[in-house]
């Protein structure tokens, strides 16, 4: 065990003998996201570094404090990458893998590619009695059971501080096209439904309004001969690569002027629904963002349309979370950030927790508000 490593282990063993929580931070661009942020800050940043890549085996083992943009760098290189395209919130270098992992948040290509969790073939993780635990490997055979590895993507840093992962990676696609069809919402998922059950190389799609027209951003990406079958055959307007690719960056980061605050009630929520789902009609609220094929929809509204944000979700089967809270506020009294849990998922999600962090040490009431 390295130096920095060491030095974690101490404090964590520390915290659990006197009861210190310890609020676990990478770079700390999602510490908008959750419930709350508790305790004296452990920071992974002192862990960095590649310490395996084989691009022949797609397959790199990074420590969790390794910026984010470094390791994307590295794979760039090699003609690589992470295909889920996690978000980079906040200044540009901050976000950490590590973070990536314990946020769980994938990019406009999550419904095509898989999310966070799908990549995530091993990681070793210091527990809440200071010990080194470590899961899975480097290879997809290699889980058995209870995949722990995987159950770390979202956690929010709840079932101990991760020191090391191992992703997988895949190769950069040979060719990209972004398509551009002016539609309104109800004709965007009409469209999307249709195509994704045609052999198309699809791979993210965002439909939004500007200045009161509707307008959706189709990208391909595959093969050379199909991404070229598949503009021929869809049509409309073909967007200049470079343009289009820093665009699609933008909607990764939420840069986009969609996402732009202002000064207002409104706050930004996500709704998680199945791609077949209607047109959701939120009270006074403008147009939604729509990605991931019509499964992720983001929508500006008050904090005062909770419940029915939360009813709409959950008549479409899905749920809502309260994303971002209205700009200057710093609170949300009785509005919790994440849906309600059921009550067997409730309980899977306490035993674990207590399991792996008997103390309560870790990011105490950032996932679950009633701690």
Not at 110 to 137: C, K, P, W
Request: with cysteine; aromatic share 6%.
């Amino acid at each position: 065990m390295d130096q920095a490593l060491h030095q974690i282990v101490e404090r964590i063993r520390a915290a659990a003998s006197d009861g210190t929580p310890l609020c676990i931070r990478g770079g700390g661009t999602k510490d908008f996201h959750g419930e709350a942020l508790q305790g004296e800050v452990l920071s992974t940043t002192v862990l960095t570094g590649i310490t395996s890549y084989e691009p022949s085996e797609l397959v790199v083992t990074v420590r969790a404090g390794t910026p984010l943009a470094e390791l994307e760098a590295v794979l760039a290189e090699k003609g690589q990458c992470l295909p889920f395209e996690p978000p980079r919130f906040g200044a540009s270098g901050a976000t950490t893998v590590g973070g990536m992992v314990a946020a769980g948040l994938s990019g406009p290509a999550r419904a095509s590619v898989g999310a966070v969790r799908d990549y995530v073939l091993g990681a070793t993780l210091v527990n809440g009695r200071g010990e080194l635990l470590s899961f899975g490997g480097q290879v997809m055979k290699n889980v058995a059971g209870y995949d722990v590895s995987r159950v770390l993507a979202g956690s929010l840093g709840t079932l101990g501080v991760i020191a090391e992962v191992s992703l997988k990676v895949l190769p950069v696609a040979p060719a990209e096209a972004t398509l551009e069809f002016a539609c309104g919402q109800s004709d965007a998922l009409r469209l999307l439904n249709e195509w994704g059950g045609r052999p198309l190389p699809l791979n993210a799609s965002c439909w939004f309004e500007y200045a009161g027209a509707g307008a959706l951003y189709l990208r391909l990406r595959g093969a050379v001969a199909a991404v070229e079958a598949a503009c021929t055959h869809l049509g409309g307007e073909r967007k200049d690569n470079a343009r289009a690719a820093a665009d699609w960056q933008s909607l990764r980061d939420q840069q986009l002027p969609w996402f732009a605050t202002t000064e207002g009630p409104d706050a930004l929520w996500r709704l998680s629904v199945p791609q077949t789902a209607p047109v959701l009609t939120l009270d006074d609220s403008a147009a939604p963002l729509i990605e991931w094929h019509g499964g992720q929809r983001w929508y500006k509204a008050p904090l005062g349309q909770a419940a029915r944000i939360r009813e709409i979700a959950r008549a479409a089967g899905g749920h809502a979370t309260l994303f971002r809270l209205p700009a200057g506020a710093d609170a949300h009294p009785g509005v919790p950030r994440f849906d309600a849990l059921s009550a067997p998922v409730a309980r899977i999600h306490r035993a674990l927790m207590h399991e792996f962090d008997p103390h309560r040490l870790f990011n105490r009431g950032r996932l679950l508000a009633a701690e």
